[in-house]
T-cell receptor
């Protein structure tokens, strides 16, 4: 149980385009979903907290207009990287929780912006 | 804000040797979690510690929570090549546990040489 999927797993795009990443909880309803960014051999940096039906809460320094988060249902959250640039290239991971402290992570999306 | 410091950043061991990673917080933690991330993979929950001085074991892994609830450790006895990965500790993030946010330590990258 407690499986989280992410799509796509890998995406390469041109600079200036927008990329949408989906995060789904497959076998549970997620009260909260989180979006992280991870650089190689570094820790997970929380970008935003997403609750179904409400606006996402962004961490300090994260541009909300750049990283659009939509939490349409209790099983789906999307992150859209708008007007992507090479410095946005990273590993983006979502996680979901259903009330406990434990977070269940998706497999991640590797974004490469050319 | 709350910081969770983790050391060492890297640890190389020979198979069969023991391994320990340490986590320290600037503030008292209500709980601490440990995650493992295999190379190329996503973080997977290992355990949560809640009580002061708590010690929990999972086969060759021993987790400890300090008496002051400001530090924690993960010890692996007789490492195996399957133990390779990055081990993260994580404490509740700003906003309290009710939001489910986590603050991750920097992680310890464990390499096991056969």
């Amino acid at each position: 149980g407690a499986v989280v999927s992410q799509h796509p797993s890998r995406v390469i795009c041109k600079s200036g385009t927008s990329v949408k990443i989906e995060c789904r909880s497959l076998d549970f309803q997620a009260t909260t979903m989180f979006w992280y960014r991870q650089f190689p051999k570094q820790s997970l940096m929380l970008m935003a907290t997403s609750n179904e039906g409400s606006k996402a809460t962004y961490e300090q320094g994260v541009e909300k207009d750049k990283f659009l988060i939509n939490h349409a249902s209790l099983t789906l959250s999307t992150l859209t990287v708008t007007s992507a640039h090479p410095e946005d290239s990273s590993f983006y991971i979502c996680s979901a929780t259903y009330g406990g402290n434990e977070q269940f992570f998706g497999p991640g999306t590797r974004l490469t912006v050319l | 804000g709350q910081q969770v410091m983790q050391i060492p950043q890297y640890q190389h061991v020979q198979e069969g040797e023991d391994f320990t990673t340490y986590c320290n917080s600037s503030t008292t933690l209500s709980n601490i979690q440990w995650y493992k991330q295999r190379p190329g993979g996503h973080p997977v929950f290992l355990i949560q510690l809640v009580k002061s001085g708590e010690v929990k074991k999972q086969k060759r892994l021993t987790f400890q929570f300090g008496e002051a609830k400001k530090n924690s450790s993960l010890h692996i006895t007789a490492t195996q090549t399957t133990d390779v990965g990055t081990y993260f500790c994580a404490g509740p993030g700003a906003g309290g546990t009710s939001y489910g946010k986590l603050t991750f330590g920097q992680g310890t990258i464990l390499t096991v040489h056969p």
